[in-house]
């Protein structure tokens, strides 16, 4: 029970704040030496996240889904961010079926995933550098929701925060702080919805078991990505992501080392 509520928190505050669920997921049970998490319990944890998204986004999904329906206000408005958000998602689809072997030895690797972590440091204060020269923030477009993409299907890595370097991207690409962020979370919901299909074959073969604790970290990984999402949306409209890199730089050596020690 213990491990199921730590990793539901890992899973839902690192999904959504700058610095990798995916590489948490990885060191975090490496350091404390536990078993690597079941595919039923990866699976639970990605669906809470994503219904902590989703009830975020509610009122952005329902204007979506009425807009292409040909209601709502402004249908060409919804038609235009669905086609952003299908060529954002198409080069991470892309990465997890021509790669996906690749990238799943990667998670069996804690000392890979710390090291990455010091990559998205990186990636962070780069953007911060380069965000601080736009002068006019501009809007997404194809050939930015473009790249926003292809810096999702790198995210995949663990250690790569998707949310970082979407964002990162978003914001060196010129857009301001609440449009990166908006964009990423609504870019989120295709890729983790995603990513959890693709275990659920795994799953329904029947060793499928909703215990107590799998019920726990769902509901953990959900409230705290719900949390996770407001409080950084809130934070990142006059904040800077140094803070996160500065962290990830401080985090990635001493979890290495524990790893290493362990």
């Given amino acids: 029970m213990l491990q199921s509520i730590v990793l539901g928190l890992v899973q839902g505050l690192t999904e959504f704040l700058p610095i990798s669920s995916s ?18 319990f990866d ?20 204007a979506l889904a009425v807009g292409l329906a040909g209601r709502g206000p402004d249908p060409a408005d919804a038609r235009r961010l669905a086609g952003l958000l299908l060529v ?10 021509a790669l996906g072997g690749f990238f799943e030895d990667r998670f069996e690797e804690p000392t890979w995933a710390s090291a990455q972590l010091v990559v998205t440091g990186f990636v962070l204060l780069g953007a911060e550098a380069l965000a601080g020269r736009v002068r006019e923030p501009r809007d997404v477009d194809a050939p930015r929701a473009t790249a926003i993409g292809v810096a999702q299907a790198v995210a995949i890595l663990p250690g790569i925060s998707r949310s970082g370097t ?7 690409l010129g857009l301001d ?12 919901i295709p890729v983790i919805a995603g990513a959890a299909a693709t275990q659920v074959p795994d799953v329904v073969d029947g060793s499928f078991d909703l215990t107590a604790a799998v019920a726990a970290g769902f509901a953990v990984s959900a409230v705290s990505g719900f949390v996770a999402i407001h409080v950084f949306l809130r934070y990142l409209r006059t904040h800077s992501m140094r803070p996160f890199a500065y962290y990830l730089f401080a985090f990635a050596p001493v979890s290495a080392l524990v790893v290493w020690v362990r």
């Fill in 23 to 40: 590489g948490h997921l990885v060191v975090v049970p490496a350091m404390a030496g536990w078993d690597d998490p079941s595919l039923t």
């Fill in 43 to 62: 699976l639970v944890l990605h669906v809470g996240t994503l219904v902590a998204v989703v009830t975020v986004y509610r009122r952005d999904l329902w």
């Fill in 177 to 188: 702080r609440p449009r990166a962020a908006r964009f990423s979370f609504l870019l989120s």
């Fill in 166 to 172: 979407t964002i990162a991207t978003g914001l060196a």
């Fill in 88 to 97: 954002g998602s198409i080069p991470a689809g892309a990465a997890g079926v």
